[in-house]
Each structure stands twice: as C-alpha cells, then as structure tokens.
C-alpha cells in the first residue's frame, strides 16, 4: 500500500484559490518584477538560458550550475554566474500532479501546487516570457492552459480550481506531450510518490532547465505518535490502522530522507533544482526561489 498519514476531507480535494490568495498573488508579482529588475540592472535580463551574454552575478544556493562560470570560480575562489538576456517568448511549462494522493493535508498539497503553479507562471509572464500549465482533468483527459499576458491570469486561475485530487493517471503521462520539447524551462510540482528521479531529468537537455518540487503534507514529512494515525490509500480507497511507535516513526523517517536525498543526489548530479515544500508553507518565498 502507498500509505498517507491522514484520510482527506471532503474538501481537501478541490482548489480553493479564494480572494486572499489573489491578493497575495498581485503583491507576489510586484515582488518579482522589482526583484527582477533590481537583480539584473534593467527589466527582461535574466540568469539562465539565453543568446546574449551581459554581465556575471554571484551564485545562489541551488541554482543551475550549466550558467556557472568556472574559470572566474578557480581565479577568484567564488562562484559567479553567467548572466544573459533572455530570449523573447521564453517559455516555461508547469507540470501539475493531481493524483488522489494530492488531496492530502490542510491545505491540500494540491492547493499549494496549485499556488506554486499561479505564482511561478505569473512571474514569467512578469518576466516577458510564456507559462503553460498541463494537468489531468476530471475525466483523465491532459489539459493545458496556457499564459501569454496577465489578460489571461482569470482563465489560468479558473483552469487551476477546477482541478480535483482524484484518480490515477500518472504525472508520467504528462511528461510525453510535444510541449515539453519547446519549453526552456520545466517546473514540476507533485508529491512524486509515482516517478523517479531519472524519468524527470530526462526532460533536462540543452538549452531546458527542470526544476521539481516535492509538496507533502506536514504530517508526511513529520508524523507524531501521539496523533494515531489511520493509513490511506487514496488511489485504492484501502485503509490500514496504525498504532505508531518511536520504531516506526524511525523506520518512516529514515525511508522517506533516504527518497528524497535520492532526488536531491540525482538532481545535484545533473546541475537541476530540487526542492521540499510542506502543503501549508507560505508560497511567495520558494515561488520566488522557483523563477530565478
């Protein structure tokens, strides 16, 4: 069984993205196109891919080291980043899971993809780029909604709310469509529980960056004995209860550390972004580490 920790509420599986959210959002997008702006010197430069190079900046914490200049980094003893103008019709794609798994948390780590997803594609269109988000709809048909300009922020954020957390296709189903093989830039978002690593940096070639966000609920990534725990598996309905002891909370710990700095290895390895997020963190902070 693929446990879960905790059995989702009815609601748990729907998206949400109410009035407080978007306000969050517009702030978000003020953010990222000061910080945009501040960080390169003038509007529409970013670090990355690009066909014109302008300038260095020092490296951040788990950026794509294929823009690292290496000769500055043996003559100075610090890294420092290549920085280029960006390409016209940059174009990111959004990989969305919304396996049952996703319904689980409070929030769900579907609404936090989801706001990940809203934030990051935002940003890019900020940023003079292109955003396109792929999901399975509720019929287990791919669905896309694509973001030229903010006139079409409405129309992505409905596409977001009608995902719901349910069935089993796969996230690996989405990582065939043909828009993958235009995109400068992949953003995967998903609780990872049906790929690995090496299906995703697949996707990783010249001139694409891949960046995977694992979104778990809090009590995956720190479960209590004291709270008394019902496994759940959302995809099969089955449930199995579960007396926890300092043991088992042992063993889960050490199982899912060990999943995950195999993704971070993995990624590491290849030069791409990896990162962890608990469904209830705030999602400004790593949208913003998400678009640089």
């Given at each position: 069984?693929?446990?879960?920790?905790?059995?989702?509420?009815?609601?748990?599986?729907?998206?949400?993205?109410?009035?407080?959210?978007?306000?969050?959002?517009?702030?978000?997008?003020?953010?990222?196109?000061?910080?945009?702006?501040?960080?390169?010197?003038?509007?529409?430069?970013?670090?990355?891919?690009?066909?014109?190079?302008?300038?260095?900046?020092?490296?951040?914490?788990?950026?794509?080291?294929?823009?690292?200049?290496?000769?500055?980094?043996?003559?100075?003893?610090?890294?420092?980043?290549?920085?280029?103008?960006?390409?016209?019709?940059?174009?990111?794609?959004?990989?969305?899971?919304?396996?049952?798994?996703?319904?689980?948390?409070?929030?769900?780590?579907?609404?936090?993809?989801?706001?990940?997803?809203?934030?990051?594609?935002?940003?890019?269109?900020?940023?003079?780029?292109?955003?396109?988000?792929?999901?399975?709809?509720?019929?287990?048909?791919?669905?896309?909604?694509?973001?030229?300009?903010?006139?079409?922020?409405?129309?992505?954020?409905?596409?977001?709310?009608?995902?719901?957390a349910r069935g089993e296709r796969s996230l690996?189903?989405?990582?065939?469509?043909?828009?993958?093989?235009?995109?400068?830039?992949?953003?995967?978002?998903?609780?990872?529980?049906?790929v690995e690593p090496a299906q995703v940096l697949?996707l990783a070639r010249r001139g694409c960056r891949?960046?995977?966000?694992?979104?778990?609920?809090?009590?995956?990534?720190?479960?209590?004995?004291?709270?008394?725990?019902?496994?759940?598996?959302?995809?099969?309905?089955?449930?199995?209860?579960?007396?926890?002891?300092?043991?088992?909370?042992?063993?889960?710990?050490?199982?899912?550390?060990?999943?995950?700095?195999?993704?971070?290895?993995?990624?590491?390895?290849?030069?791409?972004?990896?990162?962890?997020?608990?469904?209830?963190?705030?999602?400004?902070?790593?949208?913003?580490?998400?678009?640089?």
């Amino acid at each position: 069984m693929d446990g879960r920790l905790e059995r989702p509420g009815a609601d748990s599986a729907r998206v949400v993205l109410g009035p407080a959210f978007c306000a969050r959002l517009e702030r978000f997008a003020a953010i990222a196109r000061a910080r945009g702006t501040r960080d390169d010197g003038r509007s529409g430069l970013m670090p990355g891919q690009g066909v014109e190079f302008e300038g260095h900046r020092p490296y951040r914490d788990g950026e794509d080291l294929r823009d690292l200049d290496w000769e500055l980094l043996a003559r100075l003893g610090r890294p420092w980043m290549r920085v280029r103008r960006a390409e016209r019709g940059e174009r990111s794609l959004l990989a969305l899971d919304t396996s049952a798994s996703m319904s689980v948390g409070a929030p769900s780590k579907l609404e936090h993809a989801c706001e990940l997803a809203a934030a990051v594609a935002l940003a890019t269109v900020g940023s003079g780029g292109r955003a396109e988000v792929v999901a399975h709809g509720t019929e287990g048909r791919v669905e896309c909604c694509a973001l030229r300009t903010r006139r079409d922020l409405p129309s992505l954020l409905e596409f977001l709310r009608s995902r719901i957390a349910r069935g089993e296709r796969s996230l690996r189903e989405l990582f065939a469509l043909p828009q993958l093989a235009r995109a400068s830039r992949v953003v995967v978002l998903g609780d990872l529980m049906d790929v690995e690593p090496a299906q995703v940096l697949a996707l990783a070639r010249r001139g694409c960056r891949v960046t995977v966000t694992a979104v778990l609920a809090r009590r995956e990534l720190a479960p209590r004995a004291s709270e008394g725990i019902e496994w759940f598996d959302p995809e099969r309905g089955d449930t199995l209860a579960l007396a926890l002891d300092s043991g088992v909370l042992s063993a889960y710990g050490r199982a899912l550390e060990g999943r995950l700095e195999l993704w971070r290895s993995a990624f590491a390895r290849r030069g791409q972004a990896f990162r962890v997020t608990p469904s209830d963190a705030e999602f400004e902070a790593l949208a913003l580490e998400l678009v640089r």
